[in-house]
């Protein structure tokens, strides 16, 4: 069964400071994507970053990379330079196939980040 | 752009009342979904639309219903209110193009309800 695991509830990391988030997948399906989303004290959920399975390279979008290792099934947030208002928390997602199974999202429970400054 | 969203902001209904979630997206996509978020937990799929007058069960449909009869609007409503529904509700839609960022689903700000 599909399924998505953040193992670290809460996180601290010092102001300036790169920090990774850890997400780990399982799926028998070889085509997939893994997002990962921000969601501030406000609740709204932010698009931080996209892997598709198939992709070469590790993406990158400003100072969030993804560390993805297929083999082992991991795609860790790497945060790079912190700032306060990364404080936040941090969902992976995953999902299985393209369209023919709607698009659908699964989530981890999440990990809280907080920047000391 | 307003993008998705969502009304209420929030809302108390006491148990055994019933409520529609009211969701309208203005990105002209055709993927629309309904999650609700419990405290401390990640997002679970409730009921999702490919398409107009087209909708299919989540994860978690127990005491929901939807409907889709526009692209823009997808509605929840929830009938015979329980606690177990006190939960923030999230409303999405994607574009429903195959593979890479723009398979990316966009969020409504979210519905706080809470059953009494």
């Known amino acids: 069964a599909q399924k998505i695991t953040q193992t670290q509830p809460g996180m601290f990391v010092q102001e300036k400071e790169a920090v990774t988030l850890d997400c780990t997948y399982d799926t028998s399906d070889p085509s997939y994507g893994l997002f990962w989303y921000k969601q501030p004290s406000s609740g709204e959920m932010i698009f931080l970053i996209y892997q598709g399975s198939y992709d070469q390279q590790n993406a990158t979008e400003g100072r969030y990379s993804l560390n993805f290792q297929k083999a082992r099934k991991s795609a860790n947030l790497v945060i790079s330079a912190s700032q306060l208002g990364d404080s936040a928390m941090y969902f992976c997602a995953m999902r299985e196939g393209y369209y023919n199974q709607g698009g659908k999202l699964i989530f981890g429970q999440g990990t809280e980040l907080s920047v000391k400054p | 752009n307003a993008g998705v969203t969502q009304t209420p902001k929030f809302r108390i209904l006491k148990i055994g009342q019933s409520m529609t979630l009211q969701c309208t997206q203005d990105?002209?996509?055709?993927?629309m979904y309904w999650y609700r978020q419990d405290p401390g937990m990640g997002l679970k799929l409730i009921y999702y639309?490919?398409?107009?007058?087209?909708?299919d069960k989540g994860e978690v449909p127990n005491g929901y219903n939807v409907s889709r009869s526009t692209t823009e609007d997808f509605p929840l409503r929830l009938e015979l209110a329980a606690p177990s529904q006190t939960s923030v509700y999230f409303c999405a839609s994607s574009s429903g193009l195959a593979g890479g960022p723009t398979d990316t689903q966009y969020f409504g700000p979210g519905t706080r309800l809470t059953v009494l």
């Open positions: 639309s490919v398409g107009a007058g087209i909708t």
């Open positions: 990105m002209n996509h055709n993927y």
